[in-house]
């Protein structure tokens, strides 16, 4: 196996980096702020679902209390509905950067890695044979410092996209958290003893990844990518 160390060190960071970066700006800084008025939007429908009653009861008694009740219920649904469509956009955009990470490695792995007469054979397309055969030369991407927030993000895509089995099981171990309502963690009771059950994280439910967290697995990226450069580079293989 032999690499051109410069220009892989240059590729990690264009346009790998590049892309990463774009990815995850445009999340944070595009979409999510989509959803920062949804309060406001949600009092809005109350009033309008209040006015909507109102009219069609116009010529009959009213029950003002009634109204303003079903009225109130229509502006916590759009509410509760909006809330987990923001969580569940942040759920999958989370899934979306670890398969967008892995594609690249898979670029590196089937143009640079891969004799040119394997690069289209699927069956290769594996990241426990990727990293055999970075192995045979030297190289260990499990032990870069970054590694470990990365098989993170690896199990917490695999959550999101299939639910309830043995990624969910090995994220349980490390973020349990996670696996929590952020309103609901300062209870110690639930902080202990979390509801477990999966059903459909790309809802927004059952899975809560929050900003904080996406920024982490973006750093964790791109520092692999630096660790990664670094290593190579050093190695000059």
């Known amino acids: ?27 944070i800084d595009r979409v999510l702020p989509a959803f920062d008025n949804i309060d406001e939007e949600a009092e809005k429908v109350a009033e309008q679902e209040y006015t909507r009653i109102g009219n069609l009861s116009a010529n009959e008694y009213v029950d003002i209390e009634k109204i303003a009740e079903s009225a109130q219920d229509a502006g916590i649904e759009y509410h509760e509905l909006l809330s987990r469509a923001k969580q569940g956009l942040m759920n999958i955009a989370t899934a979306g950067l670890y398969h967008l990470f892995e594609q690249q490695l898979l670029f590196f792995y089937r143009r640079q890695v891969l004799h040119t007469s394997q690069e289209n054979d699927t069956k290769l397309f594996k990241l426990k044979e990727l990293k055999t055969r970075l192995a045979s030369g030297g190289i260990d991407i499990e032990k870069l410092p970054s590694w470990p927030k990365i098989n993170e993000l690896r199990l917490v895509a695999n959550t999101v996209k299939h639910g309830e089995g043995d990624s969910a099981e090995q994220l349980r171990d490390i973020r349990q958290d996670l696996f929590i309502h952020p309103s609901l963690r300062s209870n110690d009771f639930l902080a202990n003893n979390p509801h477990y059950t999966i059903y459909m994280p790309m809802s927004g439910e059952d899975i809560f990844v929050e900003v904080n967290d996406f920024q982490k697995y973006k750093d964790a990226v791109l520092g692999f990518w630096e660790e990664f450069s670094t290593l190579i580079l050093a190695k000059g293989i």
């Open 1 to 27: 196996m032999w690499f051109d160390p410069l220009f892989w060190s240059r590729y990690f960071k264009d346009p790998f980096s590049k892309q990463i970066t774009a990815f995850c700006d445009s999340i």
